[in-house]
């Protein structure tokens, strides 16, 4: 399977361990994996290293036997030392063609855009895919920009040809305004971590993309 193949899903998962209503990543992961989850993000930014190391080694182990592209956020050495299948970097990272330089042209990269601009400078750089965002106000992350709204995504969807996250501030009630617009992979990340049922929230949302 190819990286465009494997970035064709209809979910992306991004874990929050301090969203997760008590629940450990591996726990979290666990449900994403049974719900048919295909792509899941590490994100943990203010734990120790060796604690993520030690939980991303069973998440990599967890997430290969199950066929589930493991994807790190931001680290590169994490990612590196547990052979995750890529990473996800920012506008202020490390450049994309450093951290080609370092994984190798088979690892999945992804960046995060917030505008036209950004978009079309991440294919020119060879992101393999582009996180489109923040659709909604979100409160997940600390240092994220103002939303973008929905006009960013229809530019997205109708001028570029690269596989895309929709992400920020998406949840069930407004997830079928994103699907309709041609947002076909989709991520959220408190509205699934931080559901009573995981695997019922996921077979909820997924009701909702049609």
Known sequence: MNKKERLSTDLYCITAEKFSLGRSNIEVVKEMIDAGIKIIQYREKKKKMLYKYQECKRLREMTKEAGVSFIINDDIHLAMAIDADGVHIGQEDLPLE?????????????????????????????ADYIGVGPIFKTNTKEDVCDPVGLEYLEYVVENLDIPFVAIGGIKEHN???VWKLGGRCICMVTEIVGAEYIKAKIRSIREKLN
Not at 98 to 126: C, F, N, W, Y
């Open 98 to 126: 450093e951290v080609r330089r370092l994984l190798g042209k088979d690892k999945i990269i992804g960046l995060s855009t917030h505008s036209p601009q950004e978009a079309a400078d991440a294919v020119k750089r060879g």
């Open 175 to 177: 997830v079928d305004q």
